[in-house]
C-alpha cells in the first residue's frame, strides 16, 4: 500500500476493512517497507481494493476502497527491502486468541546476547 494510505490507518479492523482482508487470508502484526531504487523504477498496478464477500456467507462483506500496490515480489531487490516491524496491533483479532501460528515466526531481535559487551541491557545476568 502506498505510505499515506498506512498512515491512514488505525486499527486492525481499520485496516481489514479499507482493504477487505479477511482474518483467515492474513493475521497481520507486522510490515515491511520498500524503498524503490534509483534507475529504471518499479513497474505496479494502483487502484482501489475490492470489496469481499465472505465465501457462503455472502451477508459478511468487507468494503474495502482503499489505495493498494500490486507488484510482482521477484522484481524487488532485496537490498532495498526493511526488516520485518511490528504494527503495534499484535496478531489477535479477539480477546483470549492465541497468538502462536505454526511457520510464523514472530518478530524478535535474534542478537548473540553473548556477543554483547557485559553491560548491555539485553545481555541479561551473568
Known amino acids: 500500500m502506498p505510505h499515506q494510505e498506512f498512515l491512514k490507518l488505525k486499527s486492525r479492523s481499520d485496516w481489514r476493512r479499507r482493504f477487505a482482508v479477511w482474518r483467515h ?18 513497474n505496479v498496478w494502483e487502484g482501489p481494493a475490492a470489496s469481499q464477500s465472505l465465501a457462503g456467507h455472502p451477508q459478511y462483506v468487507l468494503e ?34 492465541t497468538d502462536q501460528f505454526p511457520g510464523l515466526p514472530k518478530l524478535t531481535n535474534n542478537v548473540n546476547p553473548n556477543l554483547l559487551p557485559d553491560n548491555h541491557p539485553m545481555r541479561g545476568k551473568k
Do not use: C, M
Not at 25 to 42: H, K
Open 25 to 42: 487470508w492474513n493475521r497481520n502484526g507486522e510490515y515491511i517497507t520498500y524503498t524503490v531504487p534509483p534507475g529504471a523504477g518499479l
Open 64 to 97: 474495502g476502497g482503499a489505495n493498494q500496490i500490486v507488484l510482482d515480489p521477484k522484481h524487488l531487490h532485496p537490498e532495498y527491502v526493511s526488516k520485518r516491524k511490528a504494527t503495534g496491533w499484535g496478531y489477535t483479532d479477539f480477546p483470549g486468541e
